[in-house]
């Protein structure tokens, strides 16, 4: 519902460990912790977070789990097929995309509930099983043996569900038609359920570098000493829960709510020692990711935040070369090793680019002079390109897995062709990282004229190669599916290659530098009513583009 919105607010809100709870709270409401810490991940990946950070939003979001939880757990059955009609109506007849997304919401609150009352009658005959009687009394929080059998079944089936909320919902209807009775039956269920969901984020970090890795450890690490600590805590929860509620199935929700609330109180004031914590315990010899230089701070200064644009830019092309160099080691290894990696990257560069268009949008409500208004359409067309950059290597990369599936194999020549076209549009790479460098902002037209000369040798290098295997090919001395293969290969190299030029080619323009005497100079928001909206930023910026190079 809220887009690239809801990104931009995850890693704006979140330098503050009290926002971030708010915020993970709310995320963990609308669509749980697995999603939320998934999502949540791919930011660190990107560097648009860190791991501090990310532990304030871990503990809002298993909270608003539970929360969410908490509305399902109300016997409000009879409203679902009113919220399922009205979120159908809704979506049909709204034009705006907000309402849609809205009425789907409400829709599928309705067969939520509506689920659930159908699996309250599904799970009466098992009432009267001898076997889930003697499944549900082995499992049973009065005994050291009890309490860790049902903590590691209930873990085993959130994995295989991969969603707590199943397992609780499935609770709510065990205890709703008395199969479930009591606390001590449902208490270990619910502890294993915060652990088994952990497993959604360990997934989605597979392929991230160590920090990303970090943030899903520690989400498995809080849950799983959280679970332990209240286990020990059993008593005290024994006798307080059943003052909360009369009803099992309240009595179920409130202690997924309170353990989990409990929990977050304890190790909020200790995040940043939590952090360092999980660092110490998971060291990483690889080179960490550079953190984001975008900051909101910089936007009333708009020649730093043109400047932090610029180097977002550059640690957004420097993520695209290095993807490009694994995806061509596992074409030469043919091994798809890599690729986890590739796939993530090509994720850290979608959120880059949504991270620094909404960064310049923002600014652009500023009052900027002329340059300064124009370069901030250069810098976006940059960015577009390198997304679509890391798309085409993406392309590469499952171009190979394809080819290694159905055992596809070139040439010894054609397959050094290939290398040494790899060779010049990674060089072409390497140009276009270093020409976002801050040394290069006076003279940036010397770089982006190499990088031209490089694409002119590489598109003549490309057609040569072209047209020889479409030799190979008539002289039948290749089969038409190599052929294919080949050419496509080729292809994605092509469009990475002009998608370099046409960030060149921006380079180039006579508007695509910064002034170092401007970097302290502030400006203010510009108002957006009546008609100053059209006359405000030349009213005020008067005085910041004087110079002649700005009257240009």
């Known amino acids: 519902m809220a887009a690239s919105k809801l990104r931009a607010l995850l890693y704006k809100l979140t330098r503050n460990r009290l926002s971030g709870v708010l915020v993970g709270t709310i995320l963990g409401f609308l669509i749980h912790s697995g999603a939320t810490i998934v999502m949540m991940v791919s930011f660190i990946n990107a560097g648009l977070m860190g791991l501090g950070q990310s532990i304030g939003v871990m503990l809002g979001t298993n909270l608003g789990t539970t929360l969410s939880m908490q509305l399902v757990s109300f016997n409000i059955a009879e409203f679902s097929y009113i919220a399922i009609f ?8 709204f034009r705006r995309d907000w309402l849609k997304h809205l009425s789907l919401i409400l829709f599928g609150f309705g067969l939520l509930f509506l689920g659930m ?19 549900i009394q082995y499992n049973n929080a009065l005994s050291v043996w ?6 590691v079944l209930s873990s085993v089936f959130t994995i295989l ?19 479930v009775t009591s606390l001590d039956q449902a208490f270990p269920a619910i502890l294993g359920a915060h652990i088994g969901t952990c497993t959604i984020a360990i997934f989605g970090s597979i392929g991230t570098h160590a920090v990303a890795k970090r943030a899903a450890l520690a989400h498995l690490v809080f849950n799983i000493v959280g679970s332990i600590f209240a286990a020990l805590m059993y008593k005290f929860y024994a006798q307080m829960i059943p003052l909360t509620a009369d009803d099992i199935t309240r009595q179920i929700a409130n202690t997924h709510t309170i353990v989990q609330a409990v929990n977050s109180l304890m190790l909020l004031p200790f995040v940043n020692q939590y952090a360092r914590l999980i660092t110490r315990i998971t060291p990483s010899h690889k080179r960490e990711p550079e953190k984001s230089h975008l900051d909101d701070r910089l936007l009333n200064t708009p020649e730093k935040a043109i400047v932090a644009a610029l180097l977002e830019l550059k640690r957004m092309s420097h993520v695209a070369q290095e993807m490009f160099q694994a995806t061509m ?12 990696y590739v796939r993530k990257s090509e994720e850290a560069l979608d959120n880059l680019k949504e991270a620094i268009n909404s960064f310049l949008i923002t600014l652009a409500e500023r009052n900027l002079s002329r340059r300064q208004s124009i370069i901030l359409q250069y810098l976006m067309s940059a ?22 599936r159905r055992h596809i194999w070139f040439d010894d020549e054609s397959v050094l062709d290939l290398i040494e076209l790899y060779k010049k549009a990674d060089g072409i790479l390497g140009l276009l990282v270093i020409s976002f460098e801050p040394s290069f902002y006076d003279s940036p037209s010397e770089l982006a004229t190499k990088i031209l000369d490089l694409r002119n040798e590489y598109v003549a290098m490309s057609q040569k190669i072209k047209q020889k295997h479409n030799n190979l090919i008539l002289e039948k001395k290749e089969n038409p599916l190599n052929g294919i293969y080949y050419h496509r290969y080729v292809i994605c190299l092509d469009k990475l290659v002009k998608h370099s030029k046409t960030i060149a080619i921006v380079e180039k323009e ?8 401007k970097l302290d100079r502030t400006t203010t928001k510009r108002e957006m009513n ?9 009213t005020v910026d008067k005085g910041l583009f004087g110079d002649e190079d700005d009257k240009t």
């Open 86 to 93: 009205t979120g159908i109506m809704g979506h049909l007849t």
């Open 117 to 135: 009352d159908i699996m309250k009658d599904a799970v009466l005959p098992f009432k009267s099983s001898p076997r889930i009687a003697a499944l």
């Open 146 to 151: 009890g309490m860790i059998s049902g903590i």
């Open 161 to 179: 569900t991969q969603s707590s909320g199943a397992t609780i919902g499935i609770l709510f209807a065990l205890g709703s038609t008395g199969i």
């Open 329 to 340: 080691r596992g074409f030469l290894k043919i091994s798809t090793q890599d690729f986890p």
């Open 383 to 404: 960015t577009s390109d390198l997304e679509r950059i890391g798309d085409h290597v993406e392309n590469i990369a499952e171009l190979t897995s394809d080819k290694i």
């Open 510 to 517: 006579p508007f695509f530098f910064v002034k170092k005497h």
């Open 530 to 538: 009546g008609d100053t909206k059209h006359t405000s930023s030349i």
